[in-house]
């Protein structure tokens, strides 16, 4: 995604006004952003970053899902679902 011009798309964001959009907080947004702030962007340490933080929040959300309740479908119900 940074090679396809993810740098580029917040750098619009945040000319475009929307620096304190809540989306700006989301995973790798946050961090782009945070780089755009510096002089020079070190992409391979930006992708370090943003691996890290995607990984902080998919454990987190496994310790949230841990203690859901979760109710397993089978059969019938599920011809034609996509996942």
């Known amino acids: 995604m940074l090679e ?3 740098v580029d798309e917040v750098r619009g964001l945040i000319r475009a ?3 304190d959009a809540r989306a700006m907080n989301s995973v790798g947004y946050r961090q782009i952003a945070r ?3 510096g ?3 070190d992409l ?3 992708e370090v970053e943003i691996v ?3 990984r902080i929040f998919a454990r987190r ?3 949230w899902i841990r203690d859901e309740p979760v109710e397993w479908l089978s059969g019938p119900e599920l011809e034609g679902r996509v996942e």
Do not use: H, K, S
Request: no cysteine; net charge positive.
């Open 44 to 46: 391979p340490a930006l």
């Open 39 to 41: 002089e020079a962007i």
């Open 52 to 54: 890290r933080a995607t």
């Open 35 to 37: 780089a755009l702030d």
């Open 17 to 19: 006004g929307y620096r």
């Open 61 to 63: 959300q496994r310790t």
């Open 4 to 6: 396809a011009g993810w």
